[in-house]
């Protein structure tokens, strides 16, 4: 302000050489207070101002290192503590390339997993649900239909279904895509022409029963999605004699048992367990032109009306409509599965006993035709066997929740998992010498 006062004094008094003075002092002036800038005490601030200040050596021209830059204090804070930004930045690496990149990784990772996944190649696995094709529905009464499924794509590895049925009875979960609620079905044996991709499963349909409904209802060609085997009970190498007490589809698991025991277990049939199966319907359409039940007799007490309402359970009487569904038991011939369980007898002779038990006739599997079966098998081994004590034997209970707990009492759940529970009901009142009881 002061240099400019002068140049305007100079000027008002006409003085020229004077005001050139002034001009050079101004200009020498403005000059130092650059370079007092330059060499602020900002950089330093209680240390002198640079001595030489336009002479400072800057590394942009001098190549030297930054630490000999009269700058060098605050480079030095900033590189001290170095961030992500500036390793990225030092390797010139963009983060959005690494967010790229560790995404095509983790989706190769993926697609890597996923080829080599050994379920992948299954027919059925436990861990996920894969795709069948319903091939052919068979009606076989007014309520249950066997469901033929061939599983998509074809070719696919059947080894564990082998493996299943080498072990014993199994199941396979059927999920209800809309409810998204699953449901287990035991498979039905395959016959000798099955293809290994190819599953039947027996099934009743329940009143308002969500999943079996579905079954019953969908069209050929729809898909149904499966997911197993679940192992229910591997039988014993072992075992001598079978006695399986089966209510209605409760026969599917019979069948598995038996195809287990005289398909993959015997090298020849004289070797072989024996096998009695009870089967008890509601229904003479059920089992019709099975073999006639051979304790209609002793059924007619009024009694056993009620047992079967007990071991009927949750499934309730059926429907108007079902009933008139039924066809007249004189123009039917005999059932598909009566068909099944009856080759069994053929082919097993000898070793194959089965009996059909059904409410309509007032023929009930009783605490005393267990007694009776129990005696009888007793008593033809003591004729053909002299180790019998040491025979291995299993009496196996399959069907409804209801029919089960009627013949062997509840299972429980404990600890999360389903577990057998004592043995109660009519075989709780039995003396079993020597057999062992499975709820399935
Ligand atoms: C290991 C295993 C193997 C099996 N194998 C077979 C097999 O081979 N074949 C077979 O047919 N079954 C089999 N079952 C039974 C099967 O899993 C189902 O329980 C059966 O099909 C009924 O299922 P759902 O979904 O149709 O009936 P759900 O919907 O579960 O209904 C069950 C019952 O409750 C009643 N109910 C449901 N909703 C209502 C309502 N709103 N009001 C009143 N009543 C109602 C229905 O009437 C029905 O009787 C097996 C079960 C197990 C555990």
């Known amino acids: 302000m002061r240099s400019l006062h ?3 004094r100079c000027y008002q008094s006409s003085q020229l050489p004077c005001a050139i003075t002034n001009s050079r002092k101004l200009l020498s002036l403005r000059v130092q207070r650059h370079a007092s800038r330059q060499s602020s005490p900002g950089f330093s601030a209680s240390g002198p101002a640079n001595p030489r200040p336009f002479k400072g050596k800057s590394p942009a021209f001098d190549g030297s290192k930054p630490s000999e830059s009269p700058h060098k204090s605050v480079e030095e804070d900033t590189s001290a503590k170095p961030s992500s930004n500036n390793i990225l930045n030092r390797l010139r690496i963009r983060p959005g390339k690494v967010i790229l ?45 066997i469901l033929n499924l061939l599983s998509v794509p074809p070719g696919q590895n059947t080894e564990n279904v082998t493996e299943a049925w080498k072990k014993g009875v199994w199941s396979v979960q ?11 079905y035991s498979p039905l044996p395959p016959p000798e022409d099955a293809e290994p991709e190819q599953l039947r499963l027996f099934v009743r349909q ?26 229910e009970y591997e039988i014993p190498q072992d075992v001598d004699d079978v006695l399986f007490i089966a209510g ?49 007799q002793e059924a007619v007490i009024p009694r056993l009306r009620g047992l079967a309402a007990r071991w009927q359970g949750s499934a309730g009487p059926q429907s108007k409509e079902a009933q008139e569904d039924v066809p007249a038991p004189t123009n039917q011939s005999q059932t598909a599965l009566v068909e099944e369980v009856e080759s069994l007898k053929i082919k097993y002779a000898g070793k194959v006993n089965i009996d059909y038990f059904v409410d309509e006739d007032n023929s009930y599997i009783t605490e005393t035709v267990l007694r009776n079966h129990l005696t009888s098998i007793e008593h033809s ?28 009492g509840p299972k429980f759940m404990k600890g999360g998992k389903e577990v057998q529970g004592p043995l109660r009901g009519i075989l709780g009142k039995i003396d079993l010498r020597g057999w062992d009881v499975w709820k399935l």
């Open 381 to 408: 081994l003591e004729q053909t066997a002299e180790d019998q004590p040491t025979r291995k034997r299993v009496i196996l209970i399959s069907g409804p929740e209801g029919f089960v707990n009627f013949y062997a």
């Open 101 to 145: 990149f560790s995404i095509l990784g983790y989706l190769g990772y993926k697609v890597y997993t996923w080829q080599t996944d050994p379920y992948r190649s299954l027919i059925l696995n436990s861990k996920f649900f894969t795709p069948f094709i319903l091939e052919k529905r068979e009606k076989v009464s007014s309520t249950s239909a």
């Open 206 to 231: 329940e009143p308002q029963g969500e999943v079996s409904t579905f079954l019953h209802k969908i069209n050929r060609g729809t898909l149904v999605h499966l997911r197993g085997p679940h192992l």
């Open 174 to 184: 059927v999920m209800q895509p809309e409810l998204q609620i699953a449901r287990s």
């Open 248 to 296: 209605g589809t409760g026969i599917a698991p019979a069948l598995q048992l038996a195809h287990t025991l005289f398909k993959h277990r015997i090298s020849s049939l004289e070797d072989g367990p024996r096998l009695r199966i009870l089967w008890a319907n509601r229904r003479r359409e059920d089992s019709f032109k099975g073999l006639k039940a051979q304790h209609s």
């Open 6 to 8: 002068w140049t305007r």
